[in-house]
Each structure stands twice: as C-alpha cells, then as structure tokens.
C-alpha cells in the first residue's frame, strides 16, 4: 500500500514532465506557395490555294450572267491538310459544255498549324488557265510558282513567292517585274493586269500571292462570252500561334508563430546563452535538480516506512 503510494506520484511527474516538455516545443506554422501556371494559349491558323477565280461570265451579249466563283486545292489548317488536285473544270459556261480553268503537272497546297507554328504552302508547276470564250488560247502559262507562309511563336512572320520560269500571257511572253503591275492588252481578244509576288506581314499574321490577275476579255468583241473579275494563283496565308500567358506566382507567407511560442532556429550546442534553440530554457537545470532532490527524498521515506514496519513485526 504504502508503494502504491509512492509509485503513483511518479508516473504522474513523468506524465506532467513530457506533457511540459512537448508544450515547450518549437511549433510554426508555413503558409504553402501557390506555383505558377499558364493560360490562354491557343494553336496558330494557316491557309493555302493553287488557284481562285472570282469571274463574272456573259454569254449572247449579255442575257445570260454566270458567276464563275471556285478554288482548286484550297485547305485550312489547325488540322494538316493537303491537296494535289491537278486539274478544274466548270460545266455550263462555254456553250453548253466544261471548260477546264486549270490544268497543271504539280499543284500542291499544304497547311499545317500547333501550338509552335503556323505554315501555308503551295507549289504550281507547268499550269495553264483558261477561261470561257478562249477554248484554244490560255489565260495565262507558268512554269513554276512558290507561296510560302510561315508564322512561329515568338517570331516575325515570313511571306515569301516566287515566280521562276517563264510566263505568258494571251499568247504573248511577258517579263514580269518584282513587286510591279504588268499590263498585257492583245487586240480583239482583252486584257490582262499582273500583280507580281504580293507580300504582306504584321506582328502576327504573313500573307503570300505569287500571281494575281485582273481579267477583262472580250474576244473579237462578239459579245458571245464576256470574262471579267480576278484570279488568284499560289496564295498562302498563316496566323501566329498564341502563346499561354503566365500567371506570377503568389509571393510566399513569411512564417507565422503560434502565440506565446517562440520560432524554431537552427540547431546549436545546449549552452546556457541558447538552450530555448534546443527546447529548453534558463530554469531547466533548477527544475531538473528539484526533481531529483524529490525522488532521493521519496526513497528515504519508503526505506524508512519499511524499517519500521519490521521493528513492528
């Protein structure tokens, strides 16, 4: 009985020390940083033709007005798309029948677009056009005609065409000037206005035409098929990708303290100048030392209790 006494009072010391010393630890709390991410990015746009007409078609002096609308080989990119189509034709336009407005031995056009770049491309070689009224005379020959687009992220857009070869038109040779208008006028026959290699590019956007053609032809002037309007040969467009805007991380919290506990600092040797880095404090050796001063003196007691006890027996 008079153990229990005596044990019970020192698990309880040794419960209240731990419960103390867990109490008197370091505890700070962090606040976690918010990372940094993207958004609004978007996959660039890019377009490619071999050839566009935009004809207006009389026929018998006027009483009959056909629109001669069409693109041969014309695609669209986010989606890679390519066409090698080498030949168009139109029903209904000359007398009755098809009149095939091109034929060529390579006509290519090729858009491609992601999220790095945006390319347009087209490749016209040895192609011939021909509108209604001029069953056996060409509009216009080429032997061979480059449009390339290209617009990459973080990068100035590029426009390039290219005429190489010779070109006539309505018959004639003609020497065609970089960045110039040529004129082409035949006699009883019409027409015809070049623009050469027409390129144009913004901060984000680049446009290519190797050959575009303002018609006007009137053959022998007999009313029988009148041709006027435009044709486009080789035209590449793009547009940039847009890239993702980044979001700034969020600044990072400073650590807040628990009230009435003192931050946690880097380790140190236990000396007396820093004993609360280790967990302790100033009083710790006093408090130690009165702990065992207690424990020396309950022994006394318990041998002392015993020796009488015998005495008794």
């Known amino acids: 009985m ?124 040895h192609a011939k056009v021909h509108v209604p009224g001029l069953p056996l005379l060409s509009l216009i020959e080429v032997e061979k005609v480059t449009s390339r687009a290209l617009c990459e992220a973080g990068k100035k857009p590029v426009a390039e065409s290219n005429v ?47 050959l575009e053609l303002n018609v006007s032809v009137n053959p022998l002037k007999l009313n029988v098929a009148e041709v006027e309007g435009t044709i486009t040969l080789a035209g590449a467009t793009c547009e940039s990708p847009k890239a993702p805007v980044a979001k700034p991380e969020e600044p990072k919290e400073e650590p807040q303290e628990q009230p009435g506990v003192k931050p946690q600092t880097a380790p140190g040797p236990p000396t007396e100048s820093n004993l609360a880095e280790t967990g302790g404090s100033s009083v710790t050796p006093y408090i130690a030392g009165g702990a065992v001063a207690l424990l020396a003196a309950g022994s006394g007691a318990l041998v002392l209790v015993r020796a009488r006890s015998r005495e008794r027996g």
């Open 164 to 210: 190489l070869g010779a070109v006539t038109v309505l018959g004639k040779k003609v020497t065609l000037t970089a960045g110039g208008t040529t004129r082409v006028d035949v006699p009883a026959v019409g027409e015809v206005t070049l623009d050469l290699s027409k390129r144009s590019t913004t901060s984000r956007t680049a446009a290519a035409t190797a």
């Open 2 to 125: 008079n153990s229990s006494f005596f044990s019970m009072p020192a698990r309880r010391c040794a419960v209240v020390a731990t419960a103390v010393a867990l109490a008197a630890g370091p505890a700070v709390l962090f606040a976690a940083a918010v990372p940094a991410y993207a958004t609004g990015g978007s996959d660039g746009k890019a377009s490619a033709v071999v050839l566009r007409t935009g004809l207006d078609v009389s026929l018998l002096n006027k009483t009959v007005n056909v629109p001669l609308r069409t693109a041969l080989n014309e695609v669209q990119a986010p989606a890679s798309a390519e066409k090698t189509a080498l030949t168009v034709s139109l029903d209904g336009v000359g007398q009755g029948g098809a009149v095939s407005v091109l034929r060529a031995d390579v006509a290519t056009a090729r858009a491609t677009a992601d999220a790095h770049k945006a390319e347009g491309y087209v490749n016209l070689a």
